[in-house]
């Protein structure tokens, strides 16, 4: 720390010497100052988890994808230019910049078969994830828009037709729920009886309002977003349904 001194009369014992403007204190030291440099472990970190939640979304997206591919080649053929919905679908997996092999994957599956042409089989998982949520997965190893449609309009052929619930879905479209062991009989009475038809059908594990799990835990969800990211790349995974009140 510099100190100036101040003008004053220089006694005559000293009048040999040359004064000096500023003196520095023996007791004190230079310092200075400067911002704190981060090891950037904070900024790598934030970067990781982005990846992280990136990955997981875009392996959903993949699957949905993916999906919808199987879907319109088991409905309508896998020849695109015969099908105009796998038409769309191709073009939507292009957009999203889904693998070669994943889209041939999905059409051969819609098909019933394997890359390599062999039949596939269906195969059914049960598993506890952590935290108690319960996961069902299936697998084979080996959307039509529709507006102005009010499920009550079509109750009474529903329950003619042995439905035991009706009600619209996400995408707008009028949907049934059966026992599976009534899947086709059901769909097929009601689509005589409503002169509607019929987009696809479905079996699906529904879980017991009681058995419903909350997961609010940031920690748990990490965890069940990973596995379930790690399950969605395995091209043999069909469906992933859980006993939770969050949707992943």
Known sequence: MKLHSSAMEV???LRGLRPRSTYVCNACRLFSSSPISSSGHSKWSTIKHDKARNDRA???????????????TQLWGADPKFNPRLTLALSNAKRASIPKIVIESAIARGQGLSVTGQALEAVTIEAMFPG????????????????????????????????????????NRLTLFTDPADTKRVG?????????????????WDPNKDTLVEVQDEEHVKTLEDVLCALRENPTVQEIYLNTTESF
């Open 58 to 72: 875009k392996s959903k997206e993949r699957q949905m994808v993916s999906k919808e591919i199987s879907n319109a």
């Open 132 to 171: 108690s949520v319960a996961v069902v997965v299936e697998c084979r190893v080996t959307m039509e828009y529709r507006e102005g449609v009010n499920a009550d309009q079509y109750l009474d052929e529903a329950i003619e037709a042995g439905a035991i619930d009706i009600v619209m879905d996400k995408k």
């Open 11 to 13: 006694p005559h014992y």
């Open 188 to 204: 097929e009475t009601f689509s005589k009886l409503s002169g509607l038809a019929i987009e696809e059908r479905e079996i699906f």
